[in-house]
């Protein structure tokens, strides 16, 4: 059974700084692309930002140079670094993989950022 899990979540205020962390079980990451998503009260789910099994890193331009994603294969976890967080920036973290067509979600971290 795949299962994700998010965690580090919480209250930060503008300009602070943030770890999530999105570990896999059931699943092996080094060979997945890994995605991370937010949610804001009342909008959609939208890309953040994902790292292949490469290694490579692609980010929406609203947190490029302020968001990083890296991974470690012996944890089988990858992170979500946030730094110079914004009120904008608030929602709800998933991380998202895939394996065999079938897509796997975590339950998700809340962040919140105070102005």
């Known amino acids: 059974q795949v299962q994700l899990a998010e965690s580090g979540g919480g209250l930060v205020q503008t300009g602070g700084s943030l770890r999530l962390s999105c570990a896999a079980s059931g699943i092996i990451f080094s060979d997945k692309t890994v995605g991370w998503y937010r949610q804001a009260p009342g909008k959609e789910r939208e890309l953040v930002g994902v790292i292949t099994s490469s290694g490579y890193t692609n980010y929406v331009d609203s947190v490029k140079g302020r968001f990083t994603i890296s991974r470690d294969d012996a944890q089988n976890t990858v992170y979500l670094q946030m730094n110079s967080v914004k009120p904008e920036d608030t929602g709800v973290y998933y991380c998202?993989?895939?394996?065999?067509?079938?897509?796997?979600w975590g339950q998700g971290t809340q962040v919140t950022v105070s102005s």
């Open positions: 998202n993989t895939n394996r065999w067509g079938s897509v796997y």
